[in-house]
C-alpha cells in the first residue's frame, strides 16, 4: 500500500531558484495538505486543499503556491526560494477535514535554501 | 501564541516502565485530539485519538487520558519498548468548525534498554 508519497526526498536550491514538490495518494482523499516542520516549532500548515481544484491557505502559506489538479495529486511550489524555507516538508492526507478524520502523512522532503 | 503545548522536550523511560507525555491546550474550541508518533526521516503516523466527549481511550499499550477542565491531555505507554523511541506529537482540532489540525512542537521519548 503506497498511502502519501512525496518526491522528491531531498533538494539543495540556491537562494532564487524555483522548484515543485509533489504529493501523490492513494486512498482516494478529499483533504490534502502540505505542512511544514522546524525544530522546536512542530508541524505549521502551509496550504491546504478540499478537493479537487480547491486550494486554501493555512498558517504560512507566504512564499508558497499549489494546486490540486487531480484529486489524488497535490502540488508545492516555491517560486524563488529563500533560506528561511529550509525545512522539512510533508504532505499528509485525510477523508474528511479536521471532524474526527486523522492526517495520513507522506515520508517528506528535505529542503536546503542556500 | 502556541495553541497547543507540549512542554517537555525530551523523556527518557526505562524499558518495561510507563511513559507519560504531556500536551496542554489553550483554545476551548478543541474538541478532536491526536497522538502521532515519528521516527527519524519518516513521516508522523497516527496512533490514538480521542474527542471530546470522552476522557479516556485505550488501544493496547498506548491509552490517551483527556481533562477538559484542564485543557490537558497525556498519553501513557505501559509497558515502554525500544522500539517506542520516537518523537510524539499531540494535534487538536475543532472538528465541528471544519477547523485543521493544530500540532504541538513534539516530545522526544527514549526507552532505554
Known amino acids: 500500500n503506497a498511502g502519501v508519497t512525496q518526491t522528491p526526498k531531498f533538494r539543495v536550491l540556491k537562494t532564487g531558484q524555483s522548484m515543485t514538490l509533489l504529493c501523490a495518494q492513494d486512498?482516494?482523499?478529499?483533504?490534502m495538505y502540505w505542512y511544514r516542520q522546524d525544530p522546536g516549532m512542530g508541524l505549521r500548515l502551509i496550504h491546504y486543499?478540499?478537493?479537487?481544484?480547491?486550494?486554501a491557505k493555512g498558517e504560512v502559506p507566504d512564499g508558497y503556491n499549489v494546486s490540486r489538479l487531480k484529486k489524488q495529486n497535490f502540488l508545492l511550489g516555491l517560486e524563488s526560494a529563500a533560506p528561511s524555507q529550509t525545512s522539512v516538508y510533508f504532505c499528509?492526507?485525510?477523508?474528511?477535514?479536521?471532524?474526527?478524520?486523522?492526517?495520513?502523512f507522506g515520508n517528506g522532503t528535505r529542503l536546503t535554501v542556500t | 501564541d502556541q495553541q497547543v503545548k507540549q512542554n517537555s522536550p525530551s523523556l527518557s523511560v526505562q524499558e518495561g516502565r510507563i511513559s507519560i507525555l504531556n500536551c496542554d491546550y489553550t483554545?476551548?474550541?478543541?474538541?478532536?485530539f491526536l497522538w502521532y508518533k515519528k521516527y527519524p526521516a519518516e513521516g508522523p503516523t497516527f496512533l490514538i485519538s480521542?474527542?471530546?466527549?470522552?476522557d479516556k481511550n485505550e488501544d493496547g499499550r498506548f491509552t490517551v487520558f483527556l481533562n477538559k477542565s484542564a485543557k490537558h491531555l497525556s498519553l501513557h505507554i505501559v509497558p515502554s519498548q525500544p522500539g517506542d523511541s520516537a518523537v510524539y506529537f499531540c494535534?487538536?482540532?475543532?472538528?465541528?468548525?471544519?477547523?485543521?489540525?493544530?500540532f504541538g512542537p513534539g516530545t522526544r521519548l527514549s526507552v532505554l534498554p
Open positions: 499528509a492526507s485525510s477523508y474528511s477535514q479536521g471532524t474526527y478524520s486523522p492526517l495520513h
Open positions: 486512498m482516494n482523499h478529499e483533504y
Open positions: 486543499s478540499v478537493g479537487e481544484g480547491t486550494t
Open positions: 483554545n476551548s474550541m478543541f474538541d478532536y
Open positions: 480521542i474527542s471530546s466527549i470522552k
Open positions: 494535534a487538536a482540532s475543532a472538528g465541528n468548525y471544519g477547523q485543521n489540525f493544530v
